[in-house]
């Protein structure tokens, strides 16, 4: 067997301990004889399955008890909806800032169910940075306001929280969930794709205040009805049962492997400082976020020739670096170093590039 290591965005990959561990409960888990994929959601084994997903989510995440924690599907994508649908109840105002693509589509999304404001937006300059705000852009009336704190294509990240006051913060955490602490009780809502940073693809989770869970905006589908979802604790239908399965696992992993999120933090940072400092010293290839912007889970650069960035790709994928081709919409490299990539993955791709460095400046 011979796994390469895999940079991408999303599905990416996932510890190895963890798949060892599915693949070793395929066929019987726990002596129920059956696989978790076959399981009904409503039996008791796959009961302590969700619950132990959400407590080790809580308790690792450090999550306040007035919030609730909904295990859903459709993708983040379908949380551009959800959020105004839930959230845009009494002013029908929100405000936006356009840090990148998936921000700007919540925006786009968000506008067909109220008042949208794009207070703040990097895309003059391609999204190589985070915006800087005028708090007299906010409005203080909105229902609430929407950030992605981490953008996946570009590879930057919010460093500082904006200040909104009494205005609910809601973060699309897709690409960073589980990457680092984060202090919960400063957001009204988070909400994040997991196949990335904690499952492989079909789960979302959101963490949602209590307060702010009402009577949605007229029309409003069950399946998106936070409250539905939160009363009947993720089970008003058949949720991702596989994908919560994997989700304890890795979430497990955290915790008792890596030590939690501090130690996460430490172990990403410094995987992610191996790869910025090789591209600042680089004569050949440059990182394109705005330093003060970095992202410790994505990393994109160029060397400048679309033709040299082809090679690259071409050459990297061949010696077992996959999947490093920058998002179609902006070209260039990127590679996602989520969670689950190993340090030695990081070094072995700057062992690599140096050498492609030395073949072709
Ligand atoms: N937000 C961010 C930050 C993302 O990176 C992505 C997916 N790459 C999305 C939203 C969309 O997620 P999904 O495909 O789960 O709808």
Not at 68 to 74: A, E, I, P, W
Not at 118 to 134: G, M, Q, R, T, Y
């Amino acid at each position: 067997m011979s796994r390469v290591y895999n940079f991408s965005a999303g599905p990416s990959m996932l510890p190895e301990s963890v798949l060892k561990k599915a693949s070793a409960e395929m066929l019987d888990y726990e002596g129920s004889g059956q696989s978790v994929m076959e399981m009904s959601h409503r039996s008791k084994v796959y009961d302590a399955i969700i619950k132990g997903a959400e407590s080790t989510l809580r308790q690792v995440m450090g999550i306040p008890d007035n919030y609730k924690v909904l295990f859903l599907q459709g993708g983040a994508s379908s949380q551009f909806a959800a959020v105004p649908m839930n959230l845009m109840t009494k002013s029908h105002k929100a405000d936006y800032v356009l840090s990148g693509q998936f921000s700007t589509k919540a925006y786009k999304e968000g506008s067909r169910y109220g008042d949208c404001k794009a207070v703040a937006s990097s895309k003059e300059d391609n999204f190589s940075h985070i915006p800087s705000l005028d708090q007299n852009e906010f409005r203080p009336d909105a229902d609430y306001f929407h950030i992605c704190l981490n953008n996946t294509i570009y590879g930057t990240v919010w460093n500082e929280l904006p200040d909104t006051g009494e205005v609910p913060l809601v973060a699309d955490i897709s690409s960073c969930i589980l990457s680092r602490p984060i202090n919960v009780s400063k957001f009204g809502l988070l909400y994040a794709g997991a196949q990335k940073n904690v499952a492989p693809a079909g789960l979302t989770i959101v963490i949602v205040r209590e307060d702010l869970l009402g009577e949605p905006q007229e029309g409003t589908p069950t399946m998106f009805n936070y409250k539905v979802m939160a009363e009947n604790e993720s089970m008003y239908n058949t949720p991702p049962c596989w994908p919560i399965y994997i989700c304890k696992l890795v979430l497990e992993w955290i915790r008792d492997e890596i030590g939690g999120l501090e130690k996460m933090e430490e172990r990403n940072v410094r995987k992610a400082q191996v790869l910025y400092d090789f591209l600042d010293s680089s004569k050949l290839f440059k990182g394109c976020a705005a330093p003060d912007s970095r992202s410790i889970m994505n990393a994109t650069f160029v060397t400048g020739d679309p033709d040299l960035d082809a090679k690259f790709v071409k050459e990297s994928t061949a010696a077992g670096f996959v999947n490093l081709k920058g998002h179609r919409s902006v070209g260039g490299m990127r590679a996602s170093i989520y969670n689950a990539m190993p340090p030695e993955g990081v070094a072995s791709l700057v062992d690599f590039m140096r050498k492609f460095e030395a073949e072709n400046a």
